[in-house]
């Protein structure tokens, strides 16, 4: 079974394959390295490849640009690489708690972190030390408005 993200999202990923330059080249590479991933993932689904083996399973240069790719320029789809299904599980399970006790004063944090998220399918913040303490920062600061919130609802 051959994987290709353009076959599942067109619209998204629209590219005409002309431009080997620039913005067009950049969305070649990373669909290109995106697609070994994932492909990669499904033969190992449950347990994957191991954190930090993104390196040593692609050790050699991708052919198609010639430089060597040290992330997915994916967070999510590193992630699910490297620790499998049980990622998907952690991080749905933490998106639906957040969204089911979440209200209005709440709106500042998700809306950053719904911004480092976006951010996140297209690049590797978390392997970026200044943004990733930034988004843990952002989880922190949300984890206490939710304590906050849900103590002044029990008293």
């Known amino acids: 079974m051959v994987f290709n993200l353009r076959d599942y999202f ?3 990923f629209y590219w005409d394959g002309n431009e080997m330059n620039g913005l067009g080249a950049s969305i070649k590479f990373r669909l290109y390295v995106w ?3 994932f492909g990669a993932w499904l033969q190992h689904p449950v347990l994957a490849a191991g ?3 993104w390196k040593v399973v692609f050790k050699k240069p991708m052919l198609i640009d010639g430089k ?3 992330t997915v320029h994916n967070e999510y789809l590193q992630m699910v690489f490297e620790m499998g299904v049980g990622f998907l599980i952690i991080l749905f399970g933490y998106v639906f708690e957040t969204v089911k006790k979440s209200s209005r004063r709440m709106a500042v ?3 950053a972190l719904v911004m480092i998220g976006i ?6 913040p978390m392997h970026i030390a200044p943004t990733a303490i930034i988004a ?6 949300l984890t206490i408005k939710q304590r906050y919130e849900n103590s002044d609802t029990r008293s």
């Open 10 to 12: 067109p619209l998204v």
């Open 35 to 37: 697609e070994k991933a």
């Open 51 to 53: 954190i930090g083996h």
């Open 68 to 70: 060597r790719w040290m």
């Open 109 to 111: 944090p998700l809306t």
């Open 119 to 124: 951010y996140s399918f297209a690049s590797f």
């Open 136 to 141: 843990v920062t952002w989880v922190g600061i």
